[in-house]
């Protein structure tokens, strides 16, 4: 079936460094792409989001790289805080359009540690 | 302020009781979820709903069940069927494309953290 996979489970970085989570998607068909963030006991949080018909977006201290060739996605983070230790989840729309955004697929989650 | 509620944060139910999980809205939203989380693990879809009174089945969805009779309100019951309940719930809603948004992000509640004794 189709599925959304990350390549690494845990990512540790040295504060003021750069993070770059990485994720596969299987689903030629999905045409919107999520990053979330999610604390210890918490709902996940919204990051960024990317269409299709982009390759690259930018937010604060973030960015979303989707190369649709390889059916990759990349989260970046600029100089990592300890604030950012987290899990960091991709998801895939599968079967949007039409009147609908219909479902998301997560991924299973990079653990992001930052060490001060 | 506009956000999603679940209530309640923690939920002890014994084996072969039934549970109902809450989850409210005042975003508007069209569309809301259910989904499970297990330690380490990601997000798995167990119920949606597009529109008040309907709803589908997502890939987990045997052991529990939704209702929708308010767009705000998307309470999940987990009946005794469901094997293994302990688990971390997470309910979302997304508005609808007609309802003026470009993107498609859900917008999670805090969760409900479920143990069965």
């Known amino acids: 079936g189709e599925s959304v996979g990350l390549h690494l489970p845990t990512l540790s970085v040295q504060e003021g460094d750069n993070s770059i989570i990485n994720c596969a998607y299987s689903?030629?068909?999905?045409?919107?792409f999520i990053w979330y963030k999610q604390e210890s006991g918490k709902g996940p949080q919204f990051i960024i989001d990317i269409r299709s018909n982009m390759d690259k977006r930018q937010g604060q201290r973030v960015t979303v790289l989707l190369n649709k060739t390889v059916k990759h996605l990349s989260l970046q983070i600029a100089a990592t805080q300890p604030g950012d230790s987290a899990v960091y989840f991709c998801?895939?729309?599968?079967?949007?359009?039409?009147?609908?955004?219909?479902?998301?697929?997560f991924g299973q989650g990079t653990i992001l540690t930052v060490h001060p | 302020d506009g956000g999603i509620t679940q209530s309640p944060k923690y939920l002890f139910r014994k084996e072969g009781q039934n549970v109902t999980l809450s989850c409210e809205q005042n975003?508007?939203?069209?569309?809301m979820y259910w989904y499970r989380q297990d330690p380490g693990q990601g997000l798995r879809l167990i119920y949606y709903?597009?529109?008040?009174?309907?709803?589908q089945k997502g890939d987990i969805a045997e052991g529990y069940s939704v209702s929708r009779e308010k767009k705000e309100s998307f309470p999940l019951t987990v009946t005794s069927a469901q094997k293994n309940p302990t688990a971390f719930y997470l309910c979302a809603s997304r508005p609808g494309r007609g309802q003026g948004r470009l993107s498609g992000e859900q917008f999670f509640g805090p969760g409900t953290r479920l143990t069965v004794l």
């Open positions: 689903n030629s068909a999905s045409d919107y």
């Open positions: 709903s597009q529109i008040v009174n309907d709803f």
């Open positions: 998801a895939e729309n599968l079967n949007a359009g039409g009147t609908s955004y219909g479902k998301l697929t």
């Open positions: 975003l508007n939203h069209d569309a």
